[in-house]
């Protein structure tokens, strides 16, 4: 049965960092693109970064682009992203998801499945 974990959300002040992560179970990240969306209260889900898994390529939206990153350990079947020069406009539910990259299209990250999701909270 498939399955995503992740964990490492908290509370942490503007400019701090926080690295969360992602454990799956029942399939392998080499099947499947992989990457995490984010969801604040009122506003539109974003999916902000993924990864092709057939050459590894990365997709990161502008609003976090040169201050998040993405990254996949196979061998233990775990994703991480790490988080630095947090904003408050960070704030939001984080969820790791899978499904395909539509390496086509400007915003390529496409979900089916993901998990419980880890609060992320950026306050002073």
């Known amino acids: 049965q498939a399955q995503i974990d992740e964990a490492g959300g908290g509370l942490v002040q503007p400019g701090g960092s926080l690295r969360l992560s992602c454990a799956v179970s029942?399939?392998?990240?080499?099947?499947?693109?992989i990457g995490w969306f984010r969801q604040a209260p009122g506003k539109e889900r974003e999916a902000f970064t993924c990864?092709?898994?057939?050459?590894?390529?990365?997709y990161y939206a502008d609003s976090v682009k040169g201050r998040f990153a993405i990254s996949r350990n196979k061998n233990n079947n775990t994703v991480y992203l790490q988080m630095n020069s947090l904003k408050p406009e960070d704030t939001a539910v984080y969820y790791c998801?899978?499904?395909?990259?539509?390496?086509?299209?400007?915003?390529?990250?496409?979900?089916?499945?993901w998990g419980q999701g880890t609060q992320v909270t950026v306050s002073s």
């Open positions: 990864i092709d898994t057939s050459d590894g390529s990365t």
């Open positions: 998801a899978t499904g395909d990259y539509y390496s086509d299209l400007p915003e390529p990250c496409g979900y089916d499945f």
């Open positions: 029942g399939f392998s990240l080499e099947e499947v693109a």
